[in-house]
């Protein structure tokens, strides 16, 4: 049995689809409740849905054997774990973002509102900048506009939320995609299993 940790939500479905193309199915995932784990024991799958940013903490600690999660969790949390593939989805950047006629002088300890606040410590250290990390868990976006903060650094997909609260990308810090990754214990216990998957959804990309 392969235990498979996805992220809850609109790119969760799509990779589920993925995965079920590629011979993972399990029809009882589709039906409209609000279980959390599913499983075929034919197909020797089972799903959970699990908060996103939760992905890699179910692989890490071996609950799952793989998962798939964004670039940005990976890059945060550095969770030991083997990142096995990128799915080519999920696309979007981390930026730094500001208002429109704001510029560094360089001068005062710049003030960073962010929920990565490892990307952004790491960041502005390769660039020998003070920073201030103020650390919020959503709507980054108002922390400029009320002067919370300078800058922010957040995620940006569409760009609408920065256009539509008058902020614009002043930096981008690294390209972020879904990774398909596995704990390494059932990398190891099971080998086969886990590359056969790897290839299936490799090819369907
Ligand atoms: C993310 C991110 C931005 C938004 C960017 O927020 O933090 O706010 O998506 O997407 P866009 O460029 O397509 O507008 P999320 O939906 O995860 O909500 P939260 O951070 O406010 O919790």
Redesign the pocket.
Known sequence: MINIALPKGRLGEKIYLAFEKAGYECPSIKENNRKLIFENAEKGVRYFWVKPSDVSIYVERGVADVGVCGKDILAEYSPDVYELLDLKTGI?KMAVAAKKDWYDDGQTTLKVAT?FVNCAKAYYASKCRDIDVIKL?????IAPILGLSDVIV?????????KENDLEVKETIFPISARLIANKASFKFKTSEIETLEAKVKSLL
């Open positions: 979007c929920k868990n959503g709507s980054i976006e957040d995620i940006v997909e569409t760009g609408t939320t920065l």
